[in-house]
């Protein structure tokens, strides 16, 4: 047991601590949102000098030939979301009603990669409560936490002994936060299950139309399917519709995303699909970068978006109730409005899943 006097250093200890991780991360905030918006370096308020900034921003330009997906204007879309994050008063408010570790628990969190930094929130969430993180990165996704994670090392050297990155076996962990895909969850269980542990699986967003959309409404909707290539569990891919709805609206609002068909790997997967449904004698309507499918089903293959009507809105809030468990974001009037589906909020928890509660719990 503690005395009264070690308990109240160590407490002191803690908010210190608490108070210099958030500095830290408040710092690579400004460095993120500065490389999200492609600045010019002009002096050291970044923390970084002008050789380590350009040591980034050819990081970020690298990206694509690491993966083809990660163009560069996704990386620093990725930048400046989640740098947005982190300013030291928003943190602070985050952080101000859960408890901060007392006793340091190592937490491993194996990441998915099919967006940039898609596992930063995980990495800031473990940091924040005081624990240690172990992170086994994706092949996909491998450079850019690291190099992020060296400077805010050195924004604030105590995290030097408290982050691990490594592409081997994770042994030696306390919890385990693993993303992956419905077939990684049974692996997931067989070698982590004995851990606390917070599993995620495949999701997928819907967007709820019910037909008073503005054109601008629809241009964000596109925003919410095309970005990240639609390769995220926040891109919309399944549209409700009321009855009626004119499917031209639609096209005409997203005509400005015509451009995503060029990217190569997009482009391949919308020539197969096309292809292969045509084959298989499935009615599409295309537009020459999207195909659009009618059906009930919540999943679609990317380049593609599924659609279905429904005449009263009780049928729209049933499909999702009855789909709740595989649907990360629902966007439309009453919901996520749309172009914020890939916008979330510090208190945005993936599959709904308080990670800070979690964390405090350990």
């Known amino acids: 047991m503690f005395s009264i006097q070690e308990s109240d250093q160590?407490?002191?200890?803690?908010?210190?601590?608490?108070?210099?991780?958030?500095?830290?991360?408040?710092?690579?905030?400004?460095?993120?949102?500065?490389?999200?918006?492609?600045?010019?370096?002009?002096?050291?308020?970044?923390?970084?000098?002008?050789?380590?900034?350009?040591?980034?921003?050819?990081?970020?330009?690298?990206?694509?030939?690491?993966?083809?997906?990660?163009?560069?204007?996704?990386v620093r879309r990725s930048l400046l979301a989640q740098g947005?994050?982190?300013?030291?008063?928003?943190?602070?408010?985050?952080?101000?009603?859960?408890?901060?570790?007392?006793?340091?628990?190592?937490?491993?969190?194996?990441?998915?990669?099919?967006?940039?930094?898609?596992?930063?929130?995980?990495?800031?969430?473990?940091?924040?409560?005081?624990?240690?993180?172990?992170?086994?990165l994706s092949s996909d996704d491998k450079t850019l936490l690291p190099a992020l994670a060296n400077h805010l090392m050195e924004f604030t050297p105590e995290l030097k002994e408290k982050i691990v990155f490594t592409t081997g076996r994770i042994s030696e962990m306390h919890a385990v936060i693993a993303t992956g895909s419905n077939n990684s969850t049974l692996y997931f269980q067989q070698y982590f299950g004995k851990y606390p542990h917070i599993f995620r699986h495949n999701r997928s967003s819907v967007a709820v139309l019910d037909g008073t959309e503005t054109k601008e409404e629809?241009?964000?909707?596109?925003?919410?399917?095309?970005?990240?290539?639609?390769?995220?569990?926040?891109?919309?891919?399944?549209?409700l519709l009321p009855v009626g709805f004119e499917l031209s609206r639609?096209?005409?609002?997203?005509?400005?995303f015509s451009d995503v068909v060029f990217n190569k790997k997009y482009g391949n997967n919308y020539d197969y699909h096309k292809a292969i449904f045509l084959l298989n004698k499935h009615n599409l309507l295309d537009n020459n970068f999207?195909?659009?499918?009618?059906?009930e089903e919540l999943f679609s293959p990317l380049s593609m978006v599924h659609y279905h009507f429904y005449s009263d809105p009780s049928e729209a809030e049933e499909y999702v109730f009855t789909h709740e468990k595989d649907i990360q974001v629902v966007v439309g009037h009453g919901y996520v409005p749309f172009g914020k589906a890939q916008a979330p909020q510090l208190t945005d928890y993936a599959d709904g899943v308080d990670v800070l509660a979690w964390l405090a719990d350990l």
């Open 84 to 136: 947005e994050w982190l300013y030291e008063d928003r943190l602070a408010k985050w952080l101000e009603s859960t408890p901060y570790a007392q006793q340091v628990r190592t937490v491993a969190l194996i990441m998915a990669g099919n967006i940039p930094l898609v596992g930063f929130h995980d990495f800031l969430c473990v940091l924040l409560s005081g624990h240690s993180v172990v992170c086994k």
């Open 218 to 239: 629809l241009a964000a909707l596109g925003d919410d399917i095309f970005s990240y290539f639609g390769l995220g569990c926040r891109n919309v891919t399944h549209m």
């Open 10 to 74: 160590i407490m002191y200890l803690c908010v210190v601590e608490k108070e210099d991780r958030i500095k830290g991360f408040a710092q690579l905030g400004a460095l993120m949102r500065a490389l999200g918006r492609a600045e010019q370096w002009k002096d050291f308020s970044w923390g970084v000098t002008e050789e380590e900034y350009l040591k980034l921003e050819e990081l970020v330009q690298r990206q694509s030939v690491y993966n083809g997906w990660f163009t560069p204007a996704n």
């Open 290 to 295: 999207v195909l659009l499918r009618e059906t």
């Open 250 to 256: 639609f096209f005409e609002g997203i005509f400005s």
